[in-house]
């Protein structure tokens, strides 16, 4: 998937180093709310990401930053900066016709200097518009910590509504209503609640 800023690639096994190192940072796990994972582990779960039919991930990668050549093919479009990834809570595995209705949509931009520049936005609106016109994904939600600020402007940026607060994950839970076109209209903020 192309876009302005940004490119997004499937992620493939020899990306997971790079991913496995963005993921030692504390920072990054407690935003995301993550927990760190070995490099073996990190390797299954990028297996998972790629075949389960519950779950599509894409690497973002930065045109302006030089391919890492140790990657090959997998990241010539530019340097590796996050990642952005769906996830379908009713598309079963075993179902012969998973649901794709509802996504929970999170994205990551872990390298520093690619932060501030339109590429979380520009990765969401891509990867959302893949599964309207794909998958026929109808609304998007986003689970977002209460202190990440500059996630919770990002999605309200996108058209997302606050629907509630889960005080006991000190998480903000968003909503996007979509259209056949991947445009959506923003639902109406329901009351916080716990």
């Known amino acids: 998937l192309t876009g302005e800023h940004c490119l997004l690639v499937p992620y493939v096994a020899a990306m997971v180093p790079t991913y496995h190192g963005w993921m030692q940072d ?31 991930t894409f690497i973002v990668l930065d045109p302006t930053l030089p391919a890492d050549t140790l990657l090959g093919d997998a990241c010539e479009g530019g340097g590796m900066v996050g990642d952005v990834n769906v996830f379908f809570p009713t598309a ?30 520009e990765a969401l609106s891509l990867i959302m518009a893949f599964c309207v016109r794909e998958l026929s994904t109808e609304r998007f939600v986003a689970k977002i910590k209460e202190h990440n600020a500059p996630s919770v402007a990002l999605f309200e940026k996108l058209g997302f509504s606050l629907l509630r607060r889960q005080a006991i994950f000190q998480e903000l839970v968003y909503a996007r209503e979509m259209d056949d076109r991947g445009e959506g209209s ?8 716990g």
Do not use: C, F
């Open 26 to 56: 504390p920072q990054l796990l407690e935003l995301t709310g993550s927990e760190p994972l070995s490099l073996e582990e990190e390797y299954k779960m990028q297996a998972s990401w790629q075949l389960d039919a519950d779950k599509l």
């Open 92 to 121: 079963r595995p075993s179902d012969s016709a998973p649901d794709y209705t509802e996504g929970e949509v999170e994205v990551m931009i872990a390298v520093p200097e690619a932060r501030r520049r339109g590429l979380a936005r």
């Open 186 to 193: 923003p639902e109406k903020a329901a009351p916080e609640g």
